[in-house]
């Protein structure tokens, strides 16, 4: 197929890579640089704006950080909406806004463009190796049409919903994922000052009930190491967190859990920045409990 992908970010750039192996590509990046040094690596064809990545594809991916910056990028006269032809679909790996994409997808379809939101699980791990969960928002039909291009890098891949059903699902997800990282944050900080290792701590609880992803495998690898390896942004996940608060809200849910994950990733990222990586959250506890949680 034509394929267009937008976002050659940490995780767009390895999902490309494996539309690239199969599909005659197209890629457009805010920072130029950056689609020249793919195309060298993986093949496409850089384009030189947002409507020309678009102009003559089946199928267009986006792979941005939010919502805002997608509609940002279909803007103008040089925006990925103009190049869009009647019979395209725009699928949009962002983890985005549910009544973002609910809107986009109206807009779209009244000018025969079908939209499906399908952000995704597993890291860029996942990404480089094409084992991916896509969570789908879309109509059925749509998602019949795109399912075997997502298999390219995809492993479960679910439709969950009409369109915006994938980005709530992904927020509330991510929102699960925050919840972890604080909760073992400060399970261990307040055992390491009770005198029990952080390692000997994760033995017994990886070995029982209170074991989560978080505690199995991040923790292990980038917090006992010291490791702590920049593949997803606190940022991100703080965003994530916004938007699965902002839900339940609009549900009329009371949401404890989220909306103290939400302040403590507020105050997580203006104290680390826009770089920090998501499990460098427990820095905050290290830092205010005065401990390092190091093998
Ligand atoms: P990055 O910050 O690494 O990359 C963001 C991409 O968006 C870059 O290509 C960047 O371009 C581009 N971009 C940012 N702002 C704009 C803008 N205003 N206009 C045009 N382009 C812009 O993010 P990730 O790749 O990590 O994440 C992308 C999405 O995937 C997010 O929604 C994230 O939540 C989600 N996600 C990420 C995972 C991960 O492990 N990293 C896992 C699962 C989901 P430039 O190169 O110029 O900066």
Known sequence: MR????????????????????????????????AASFAVEH???????????????????????????LEAVLAGPDGLEAGLARGAVLVDLTSGI????????????????AFADAPVSGGIK????????IMVGSEPATFERIRPVLETFGKRIVRVGPV???DALKAVHNALIAVNIFAIGE???TLA?????????????????GRSFVSEQLVPERVLTGAWPRTFRLALLDKDVDIARALTDEQGIESPMISTVSRLLHEARAALGEEADHVEAIRLHERRAGVELRA
């Open 3 to 34: 394929i267009g992908f937008v976002g050659l970010g940490a995780i767009g750039r390895p999902i490309a890579a494996h539309l690239a192996r199969h599909h005659e590509l197209a890629v457009w990046n805010r920072t130029a640089d950056r």
């Open 43 to 69: 093949g496409g064809v850089p384009a030189p704006t947002p409507r020309a990545v678009a102009e003559g594809r089946d199928l267009v991916f986006t792979c941005l950080p939010n919502s805002p910056e």
């Open 98 to 113: 549910p009544a973002v994409s609910q809107r986009i997808a109206g807009r779209l379809g009244s000018r025969g463009v």
């Open 126 to 133: 996942g990404a480089e190796a094409g084992t991916l969960t």
């Open 164 to 166: 915006g059903a994938g």
């Open 187 to 189: 399970a261990l900080t």
């Open 193 to 209: 000052k009770a005198g029990v290792a952080p390692k000997t701590a994760l033995e017994v609880i990886n070995n029982a009930n």
